[in-house]
């Protein structure tokens, strides 16, 4: 299927050029040149092979490249628009997943400065909402924490639809005035494992606009239009659909669970 948002055509026909590998990932991932057929360059992409995927205890070999597709149709479907283009396509090491390469200028700064570390006499008062409580080297106390900011916020409810178990603050990027999510390899296993830095709105309302975006997302997989067959086992599908089941008959996001550990490590 070459036919989408734009950005999706451009990944299905361009060559990828290898650039250079990402030594940070945990997973074999290149940054690759995207050159259109007349040989005209037109950016650059994420690609993921699924052959360089590590084995995980939790989740089914070879199967993170289609999740991370997976995760930009949901966030598409319910338009939150929050994952670049993402398509699962051949590559120079095999069928893998290819992302949109997006620019963010952070200056070493993870998540554009929305996730940081403070002293707990700031939370609260910077517009800093609290996620755990943490000591310096020398044993001072210090809390990480994250903004209170709508943006953020919208990610973090897409999280829980994707019950993403991975969301880390290097996860998260700006460009611009736009925020990004990345990194969703780690989502939509059929049992919770949603593991996040965005703890801050535990147990709030979602909001009608984030309730719509849950609906978009339910009525997509009822009309059979998700384009998600075929990316997720039907095990996690009906995991998926009772998420936002869930949501919908509870809505507000969810507390920290007690029975596993629920943040991604590590935190950056």
């Given amino acids: ?59 089914p070999p070879g199967t993170l490249a289609a999740r991370e597709v997976a995760a930009y149709l949901v966030s598409e479907l319910g338009g939150w628009g929050l994952v670049p283009a993402t398509v699962l396509r051949d590559g120079p090491l095999g069928p893998g997943s290819v992302q949109l390469w997006m620019e963010t200028e952070e200056d070493g700064v993870p998540a554009g400065g929305l996730v940081d570390v403070v002293t707990p006499e700031q939370v609260g008062t910077d517009g800093w909402l609290p996620v755990v409580a943490a000591q310096d080297e020398e044993g001072r106390p210090l809390v990480v924490v994250h903004a209170d900011d709508p943006r953020l916020r919208s990610l973090a409810v897409l999280d829980v639809v994707l019950d993403n178990a991975d969301r880390k603050a290097a996860h998260v990027g700006l460009v611009g005035e736009r925020l990004w999510g990345f990194d969703h390899g780690l989502s939509f296993n059929a049992v919770p494992k949603l593991r996040t830095v965005l703890w801050g709105w535990a147990g709030e309302d979602l909001g009608e606009v984030e309730l719509e975006r849950v609906r978009r997302v339910l009525g997509a997989l009822g009309s059979g239009d998700s384009g998600l067959d075929g990316l997720l ?10 998420r936002l089941e869930g949501l919908l008959a509870d809505p507000r996001l969810p507390v920290p669970p007690e029975g596993r550990y629920p943040l991604p490590w590590p935190l950056w």
């Fill in 1 to 59: 299927m070459t036919d989408g948002p734009p950005g999706e055509g451009l990944l299905h026909r361009a060559t990828l050029e290898p650039v250079g590998l990402l030594r940070e990932a945990s997973n074999v991932t290149l940054l690759v040149d995207l050159v259109e057929p007349d040989g005209s360059p037109a950016g650059r992409a994420v690609y993921k092979p699924v052959r360089g995927e590590r084995p995980l205890a939790d989740f």
């Fill in 233 to 242: 086992s039907a095990a996690e599908l009906v995991s998926l659909r009772a």
